[in-house]
């Protein structure tokens, strides 16, 4: 990941050292201790409201967004983007109040399944499918030909997840694809509606959608309506985040 800005390096797993054996490997990177963003979602089940708070699903997608935005300027498709694949760690824990990204501390981890696209001509598609069946993207199911599509389902997936707790199911209406779930009590509908709709509807490889341009319409919506609350929701998933660290020890 040396082609990422030193700036953002932070954002991604750092390995100090690898081990190869004959019948597996291990890499040593960074601690990360607060366990992952698939442990923080299964930490609000036991809470009143049952999932996570919409101030910090839309902190965590704006900041996916910008990892998956910055990966994808170094030519590499993650291939593998999923809620057990980013983590929470002592930077995460340790903001003070002065400090605008709530979402700081996350960290995507796991480039197994990735692809540098410098080593293939430009315009290489794929036709392979993925073994984790929840997380095959629509041009998977179709068998469409794909490349960077298939992170922007697993952001997709993995906002759905913050949202209801459940890992996402897609449906084809008419040609349309769509999260299998009910949206009408959803906060934002109309937004998370067309976040969906364009993570899910890419017309083809050579026409992606900017994610950028999503990003700042997160942000905005962000700004005109949690800026003010998103603090107090943070410190309290930090409390549930110790208190399930104190407990698996």
Same mark, same amino acid.
């Given at each position: 990941?040396?082609?990422?800005?030193?700036?953002?390096?932070?954002?991604?797993?750092?390995?100090?050292?690898?081990h190869f054996f004959q019948n597996g490997s291990i890499l040593?990177?960074?601690?990360?201790s607060c366990g992952t963003l698939l442990n923080a979602i299964n930490l609000y089940k036991s809470t009143p409201e049952k999932v996570m708070p919409q101030a910090l699903v839309i902190s965590f997608a704006i900041r996916m967004l910008f990892m998956v935005e910055q990966v994808h300027s170094c030519e590499i498709i993650h291939g593998d +983007?999923?809620?057990?694949?980013?983590?929470?760690?002592?930077?995460? =824990?340790? !903001?003070?109040?002065?400090?605008?990204?709530?979402?700081a501390g996350l960290a995507l981890i796991d480039l197994g399944q990735s692809i540098d696209m410098k080593l293939f001509p430009k315009g290489t598609t794929f036709t392979a499918k993925c073994?984790?069946?929840?997380?095959?993207?629509?041009e998977m199911l179709s068998n469409k030909p794909w490349n960077y599509q298939v992170d922007y389902f697993g952001v997709a997936a993995t906002v759905y997840c913050m949202l209801?707790?459940?890992?996402?199911?897609?449906?084809?209406?008419?040609?349309?694809?769509?999260?299998?779930?009910?949206f009408r009590r959803l906060p934002h509908l109309d937004m998370w509606?067309?976040?969906?709709?364009?993570?899910?509807? +890419?017309?083809?490889?050579?026409?992606?959608?900017s994610l950028d341009l =999503?990003? !700042?319409?997160?942000?905005?919506?962000?700004?005109?309506?949690?800026?003010?609350?998103?603090?107090?929701l943070r410190?309290?998933?930090?409390?549930?985040?110790?208190?399930?660290?104190?407990?698996?020890?």
């Open positions: 990941m040396e082609r990422l800005k030193p700036t953002v390096q932070h954002m991604f797993i750092k390995f100090y050292s690898a040593v990177g960074d601690l990360h +983007i999923k809620p057990d694949n980013f983590i929470l760690g002592n930077r995460f =824990l340790e !903001q003070d109040d002065s400090d605008e990204d709530v979402a073994e984790t069946s929840g997380f095959q993207c629509t209801f707790g459940t890992y996402m199911k897609v449906k084809n209406e008419g040609g349309i694809w769509k999260p299998d779930g009910l509606n067309e976040f969906f709709h364009i993570m899910l509807n +890419i017309p083809d490889c050579r026409h992606l959608p =999503l990003r !700042q319409k997160l942000k905005k919506l962000f700004e005109q309506h949690y800026s003010s609350k998103v603090r107090t410190n309290r998933l930090i409390v549930l985040l110790l208190e399930c660290k104190r407990w698996r020890k």
